[in-house]
């Protein structure tokens, strides 16, 4: 189009813009990375990528093809697992002159890790912190440090195991209430008797009512009538391994654990440590481990609601059952229990109401509460024996008669007879050596004499047999018969009074012998005993052979000597000093005679004495029966007569409180034991694995130790392993190939290039590179095949249409542009805009018809768009244009480069120019706005005033081919200069409306001159 003289009005649109069609090239440019998978076709594993700097000018299209084959470097392939570990395999390197082949490595040998000392405790484990077999040493002791203070409550009804919930006022324990779901911080701590099991109690008010609570559930039945006892205290626990001990003091789980956790050098938690308060919480639960000897509750078979008391557990107790079982009436009395351990044998037996102390767990069966009935009754009668004529009857009487609480119906007989002669009396004769063995009383393998025993009755019997013999000796027979025999010469009365002496000794220190204190009072009386010996040790009475009748007054000193060991030792003695022997229910006061019992069951009864119904146990201790008590009375004791009975029967008592034959209580013992940590293993870490080429065959094992790890490189690979979160397993399988390979490229659908398939990145140029990632094997195989687009996010092409946002750009103070127009063409303006120059930059159009530096003129910048009228002289014919931008700083951008001659109408418009903001308005009287641009626009119009006013038909049409171009590019917009020679005021805008009306003064006839009147809205581009 020919300029005119008439307007330098002008319009810039892309439709004149010779940029469009140029090549252009930057001194600099910023690159990109992005880059696009726009298509792929492969069937290997493999993977390839296009990735760099981009700074090419457009976009590009890469497109890769695999050719396959064995040439080219070889690379590893990705390692494939088959098993159960998830570790993998790093190939560090590919020996020279290796082909293409697999590898495969396989577990033959996992090696054995180190494992921790474990003990399970109540829901967590206590792991020793060291590994190995040095965590076995460890163990965990628990020393109960309890008081029982008896409630003034007992169950009325048994509380089966397993029980946490109750109803009802019976159990009531003065526990306190709590809500919520947790154990209230004051629940009441208690124990039932004869149980070991701390428990927390507490009540709830819900439903109108009280809920009773336990926790933990009860462990063991608790029977009827048991005592409610509150608790109190901690435990110790110790946690040793033999040099190291640790002491904690505890009350629940929680407290332990938690410093455990805290502090322990030794022990570590595994589980989770809370302070948990619902039930069965740590926090409310106390310690229940016991390593103390203890006696878990009684098991009793019996036909009674009574049961026994337990007490006080030896601390060497084993592990066992004490069974205790009613034997029935020892003699027709008392009623005896035996005693049998499952390691202890068969012990010394008990007695109903008397404590048990000899054995492992002491214990006591009470005496059955008394249910004589109220109709028993008690007869006594005298029975006289056969008398002659004349002789008189004595006058007897009972006073009283009383049935004590283990009174049974039966007929009791005692006979008047005449007290045996004191030289005849049994009751200061040893007892004969009975084989207790041989009766079972004594276990085979458990009959060795205790210690403080052996020792001093070795001692006593090594002076007992040194007096005796020298106190018993042989002499030929003087009496000249038999010159050739022996006889025996002793001292008869110190051989008999040192053997019954000895003996006293011998009976009350194995009774005694427990005690430290009876036992030094009993050495001080062997002292004693050999110093006043001492001046008989020698004959003196040579010719003696019978032992006269001796005074056992000596006797009944050391007899009284050895009773106060006995009380020393917390035994009642068996007689007293005088010799007079008994117990508090019945006592011996001596006389001629006394009445018998027929069946030699019950003790004698004596005439004008109180007498108990009693009988001496298998120890020979009196103990009574509490059967009946009675006092014979009467003024004529000279009448009675030797063979005279009294006879008392006893009926109607229905007496159900003695034990049945056959009763049986068991009690459990436990032998104190400190928990052990167990399971501690010291292990070899060294893994086999076998190694295998498809090439080269079986190669070396693979020796791999974890904590020493060390690249396997015996093959044509070196590899090293890589464990994973999963340990591997026998079996367990890693495979790789050594593969090569060629591909070929080409960019934009040029000519193809051949390269190495692995390699060293390929270079594509403008900063691309190409890179092949192996997989799986096969990574690649022939045919298979990617498309990539590069996209210049910056590139020069975003310089040919006005764009905003995507804009050409780069970094630094300086960038040059030079554009190849391709031929000849007129530019009378030269325009940037969409630009972020730096307001100081300097700008520098340049151009030519041969070279871009045949003239030069500087471009003044104005925001958002900068306009340079080229000089006349220059403008008809250009080829080559250079913009050369400094002082640009940290860079810029420009979003249009235009260069061309505008559209110029036959007259200037009408203007109007409105400067217009984009603004994001909130609510609200004065309501603030969000600042978002700010451009120019307004309208043009041209109206038939004149000819000179309006649009000539050449004009005309022009103008209609640039709004035609603007809208297929989608409303594009235009650079509306109202006058060249002042390009300050250009601005950017797009036309506001999808039809523009224009009419024609000859309402578009057919003529040779047209004007025409319009008018082109405009809306501003907001930058």
Wanted: one cysteine or more.
């Amino acid at each position: 189009m020919a300029a005119t003289p008439y307007t330098r009005t002008r319009i810039l649109g892309n439709a004149h813009n010779k940029v469009r069609a140029a090549a252009i090239t930057a001194s600099t440019q910023r690159a990109s990375t992005t880059v696009h998978l726009l298509a792929q076709n492969r069937a290997g594993n493999g993977s390839v990528g296009l990735s760099g700097a981009y700074t090419g000018g457009a976009d590009t299209v890469v497109d890769v093809e695999v050719l396959g084959g064995p040439d080219g470097a070889l690379r590893a392939s990705s390692p494939v697992l088959q098993g159960v570990g998830n570790g993998t395999l790093e190939v560090q390197g590919i020996d020279v002159g290796a082909v293409p082949q697999t590898l495969r490595f396989s577990l033959l040998d996992a090696g054995k890790a180190s494992t921790p000392a474990l003990l399970d405790f109540f829901g967590v484990q206590l792991a020793a912190r060291a590994p190995g077999v040095v965590g076995n040493s460890i163990e965990l002791s628990v020393t109960r440090s309890l008081v029982y203070t008896d409630l003034p409550y007992a169950t009325l009804q048994s509380i089966p195991v397993g029980s946490t919930a109750f109803e009802g006022a019976q159990f009531d324990w003065g526990q306190p209430a709590g809500n919520g779901a947790e154990v209230p911080p004051g629940a009441l701590r208690i124990a039932f008797a004869g149980i070991p099991q701390v428990l927390r109690a507490w009540k709830i008010w819900e439903k109108g009512r009280f809920s009773y609570r336990l926790d933990p559930a009860v462990a063991y039945e608790v029977p009827e009538n048991t005592r409610v006892r509150a608790v109190a205290g901690n435990y110790t626990l110790t946690v040793t391994d033999g040099t190291d001990t640790e002491t904690y003091t505890a009350v629940t789980m929680f407290d332990f654990l938690s410093q455990v956790q805290a502090r322990s050098a030794l022990l570590q938690v595994l589980g989770v440590v809370a302070e948990d308060r619902a039930p069965g919480g740590q926090a409310v639960t106390d310690i229940p481990l016991r390593t103390d000897a203890h006696a878990l509750p009684v098991i009793a078979s019996v036909r009674r609601s009574q049961s026994m008391v337990v007490g006080d557990v030896s601390p060497t107790a084993p592990t066992e059952n004490i069974v205790v079982t009613n034997e029935g009436r020892a003699t027709g009395g008392a009623q005896y229990w035996s005693v049998r351990g499952g390691v202890s044998g068969q012990l010394p037996p008990a007695f109903t109401g008397v404590p048990y102390t000899a054995g492992p767990v002491g214990f006591t069966i009470p005496t059955p509460i008394s249910s004589v009935s109220s109709q028993a009754s008690i007869q006594s009668r005298f029975v006289p024996t056969t008398r002659n004529t004349g002789e008189g009857l004595p006058a007897i009487c009972f006073k009283p008669q009383i049935l004590g609480i283990a009174a049974t119906d039966k007929e009791v007989t005692f006979v008047y007879k005449k007290r045996p002669p004191a030289d005849c009396s049994c009751a200061q004769l040893p007892a004969l050596p009975v084989s207790l063995q041989c009766l079972g009383l004594l276990p085979e393998d458990e009959g060795a004499m205790h210690a403080d025993v052996k020792s001093r009755l070795l001692d006593l019997m090594q002076w007992r047999a040194e007096f005796l013999g020298s106190n018993i000796a042989l002499a030929p027979d003087n009496d000249g018969v038999h010159p050739d025999a022996a006889v025996v010469q002793m001292d008869a009365n110190d051989v008999a009074l040192v053997n019954a002496v000895v003996q006293n000794c011998q009976d009350a220190l194995l009774e005694v012998f427990e005690d430290t204190d009876a036992l030094t009072e009993w050495d001080a009386v062997v002292v004693e005993l050999k110093a006043e010996f001492l001046p008989f040790a020698d004959l003196s009475n040579a010719g003696l052979t019978e032992t006269p009748g001796f005074d056992a007054a000596l006797l009944r000193k050391y007899s009284a000597a050895m009773d106060v060991c006995r009380v020393h030792a917390g035994i009642l003695p068996k007689s007293d000093a005088s010799g007079a022997q008994g117990s508090p229910c019945w006592r011996d006061p001596g006389g001629a005679f006394l009445w018998e019992h027929s069946e030699g069951i019950y003790l004698p009864m004596f005439t004008n004495q109180p007498y108990v119904s009693v009988i001496r146990d298998v120890e020979g201790k009196i103990v009574s029966t509490q059967e009946f008590g009675i006092g014979l009375v009467t003024q004529c004791e000279h009448r009675l007569k030797v063979g005279d009975q009294i006879i008392i029967r006893i009926s109607n008592t229905h007496n159900q409180a003695a034990w049945s034959e056959g009763d049986k209580f068991t009690i459990p013992v436990i032998a104190a034991g400190s928990a052990p940590l167990t399971g501690g293993t010291d292990g070899s870490p060294v893994q086999t694995w076998t190694a295998r080429s498809s090439v080269l065959g079986a190669l070396a094992d693979w020796l791999y130790d974890p904590a020493s790890p060390a690249a396997y490189t015996a093959g044509p690979a070196d590899v090293a392993l890589l464990p994973g979160g999963i340990p591997f397993e026998v079996g367990d399988t890693l495979a790789f190939d050594i593969e090569g390979g060629e591909l070929r490229w080409r960019r934009d659908g040029g000519a193809w290039s051949t390269a190495d398939l692995y390699g060293p990145p390929l270079d594509l140029g403008d900063g691309l590179l190409l890179t092949a990632a192996a997989g799986p094997a096969p990574s690649f195989l022939p045919a298979d095949a990617w498309q990539f687009r590069a996209v210049a996010t910056y590139g020069t092409d975003r310089l040919r249409q006005p764009r905003v946002g995507r804009a050409f750009a780069w970094d630094g103070p300086v960038a040059t542009l030079d554009i190849d127009l391709g031929a000849a063409v007129p530019v009378e303006a030269v325009m940037l805009a969409l630009h972020d120059i730096a307001p100081g930059a300097a700008v520098t159009v340049s151009g030519g018809l041969a070279a871009p530096t045949e003239w030069s003129q500087p471009l003044v910048l104005h925001p958002v768009l900068a306009l340079t009228q080229v000089d006349a002289a220059h403008s008809t014919a250009v080829r080559y244009l250079r913009v050369a931008i400094t002082g640009a700083g940290a860079g810029g951008s420009i979003g249009w480069l235009w260069a061309g001659v505008g559209w110029q109408p036959t007259v200037t418009p009408r203007m109007t120019r409105s400067r217009t903001w984009a603004l994001s308005r909130g609510t609200g009287i004065n309501a603030s706005a969000l600042y978002r641009g700010a451009g120019v626009a307004g309208s043009w119009s041209w109206n038939l005033d004149g000819e000179e006013a309006a649009l000539l038909a050449d004009s005309y049409a022009e103008l209609f081919e640039l709004l035609d171009h603007a809208a297929r590019q989608g409303a594009e917009a235009l650079a509306m200069v109202p006058d060249l020679d002042s390009p300050g005021n250009a601005s950017l805008c797009t036309i506001d409306s999808e039809q523009i009306e224009a009419s024609d003064d000859t309402d578009w006839q057919s003529t040779a001159t047209r004007a025409v009147s319009l008018s082109l809205p405009l809306r501003p581009v907001m930058v």
